[in-house]
Structures are given as structure tokens and as C-alpha cells.
């Protein structure tokens, strides 16, 4: 199991020092929100990758519906070849609680967000292949038949390419189905009243055998677990990540979105959480 930590909303200057602080400290990973009217992600990460050399940097995630395929394809190439090749997209059909109300010209209708998202996935893994394609979804429409090439942006570093993270809600199969196009899920799990709870050792590897069983890709998955370990002791974070890791979780996020910076850095340099 991998470590990561989740940032909370600030500057880019605060986000390339906490990156810093946490590689130094030990995470494997650095990941931003996302919101319709934020400090945009993509310009804070190209400042963390600016002060850091090995942990990875990704979103947590992007509202797709917020940003044109093509622009986002753009944003995690340059972030992609800045890095040296440590992006993660994070993705998701975006929280539409979180302000989208002040901005109605924005589409807020659940299906048709979900759909952006879908047609998203499958535009993104054709522009980063760098090759002339047409595409004719419900959503976005592109004729790169008709481009030249030459004004193409390069391959991502990744390849095949730049790993594709989406949430995907257990056991809804709708959600799941779409995870199967992806190289990584955020897993939420529902219970049947639709109300979200913590995932358990069993739901993880129910999702480990549903996605072997169903995805067709070759490339590598990982199965990502958020949530917050402050304040436990080792026993404790074994007691609470070892089970998960062993079912098949293969990343931990530790989420720090609403603390303060100060509290932001005493959890960072305390380092990463125990599984085992």
C-alpha cells in the first residue's frame, strides 16, 4: 500500500511547500481538490512539481463537466512531462453541493454529468495516443481528421497513458462499470439507503475480484481508500489499514481538505500511516 495526503484549499505557493514537506516526510503522493470556483489544481501542482522529485501529484478530484477533454488533455501534459512523469487524474462528475448553484449556466443534471464523464475517459485516451481520430458522443464532438498533426502537443511520459483515476460507488454496477475503463478507483461505498459509509476488508476485495473479473485492460489498477488517521496510535492505523491493504487496497489518501495549514503540516511530518 501506497500513502498519499489530500491538501486543503490554498495557494500555490502554500501547495509546492506542502508537497515538499511531504515528500520529505515520507508520503508517496500529493493530491488536490477540485471546485467550480477555486485556486485552479493544475497551476499548484506545476508548483509542486517544481520543489519535489519522487512523489506523485494528482487531482482529487476534477469535476469533468467544469473543463473541455481537450484543455484537461492539455493541463496533464504539461503537468505530466513537468513532473517527469508523476500525474494521476482524478476524476469525477463533480459535487454539485459545492457552490454549482451559483453559477447556472453550469450543467447540475446528474445523467448528463455522468455521461460528460464517460465520453471524457474515452476522449482522453485517444489524445494522448497523439493520433488523428474523429469522435461523435452525445457531449463533445472532435475531428482531428481534419487537424494537421504537427499542431498536436507530444505523447504523455506514461505510457500508454497518464493513469486515469475515477470514483466509483459500490455496489452501484452503473458507477463500477465505468471504473472498468479507468487505471484506479476512488472507492465510496453506499449501503442501500444510498447514505455513504467506510469501506471494510470485504468490500475491497469484492471490488478486486469484480474488477478482475471485468476489466479487459492489461495495465496496472489500483484500488485508493481515503480517509483520516490523526491522532491513533500504530496499533491502531495497523488495526484499521492492514486488513484493507491485504484485501487489495493499493493506495491510502490521508485527507486533510478542511484543516487548517497549520494543522496541515504537523499531520504531514508525522509521515505516512502503518498498514502492517
Known amino acids: ?28 503522493g ?65 459535487a454539485v453541493w459545492m457552490g454549482w448553484y451559483a453559477f447556472p449556466d453550469e450543467i447540475t443534471d446528474k445523467h448528463a454529468r455522468a455521461e460528460m464523464l464517460d465520453e471524457t475517459i474515452d476522449i482522453l485516451t485517444l489524445l494522448y495516443q497523439r493520433k488523428q481520430f474523429d469522435y461523435d458522443g452525445k457531449h463533445f464532438h472532435l475531428k482531428l481528421t481534419a487537424m494537421d498533426e504537427m499542431y498536436y502537443p507530444p505523447k504523455p511520459v506514461q505510457q500508454p497513458r497518464i493513469p486515469l483515476w475515477v470514483v466509483g460507488i459500490w455496489p452501484r454496477m452503473k458507477s463500477m462499470e465505468r471504473v472498468l475503463k479507468a487505471d484506479g478507483v476512488f472507492v465510496e461505498v453506499w449501503n442501500e439507503q444510498g447514505q455513504g459509509q467506510e469501506a471494510t476488508a470485504a468490500d475491497i476485495r469484492a471490488i478486486q475480484a469484480y474488477v478482475a473479473a471485468n476489466r479487459t485492460l492489461t495495465t496496472p489498477f489500483d484500488i485508493v481508500v481515503s480517509g483520516n488517521t490523526d491522532g491513533a496510535d500504530r496499533a491502531a492505523q495497523q488495526a484499521r489499514l492492514g486488513p484493507l491493504a491485504e484485501s487489495g487496497a493499493t493506495w491510502w489518501i490521508e485527507t486533510l481538505f478542511t484543516v487548517s495549514e497549520e494543522a496541515a503540516i504537523e499531520r504531514i511530518r508525522q509521515g505516512p500511516p502503518v498498514a502492517s
Do not use: N
Open 30 to 94: 500529493c493530491f488536490l481538490g477540485d471546485a467550480i470556483w477555486t485556486e485552479d489544481p493544475m497551476i499548484s501542482l506545476a508548483a509542486a512539481a517544481m520543489t519535489t522529485q519522487r512523489v506523485r501529484l494528482g487531482t482529487m478530484i476534477v469535476p469533468v463537466p467544469l473543463r473541455k477533454p481537450w484543455k484537461l488533455a492539455s493541463e496533464t501534459l504539461a503537468l505530466d512531462h513537468l513532473s517527469g512523469g508523476r500525474m494521476i487524474l482524478g476524476m469525477g462528475a463533480g
Open 1 to 28: 500500500m501506497k500513502f498519499g495526503v489530500s491538501f486543503p484549499y490554498t495557494t500555490p505557493r502554500t501547495v509546492a511547500r506542502l508537497a515538499q514537506l511531504a515528500e520529505e516526510s515520507g508520503w508517496d
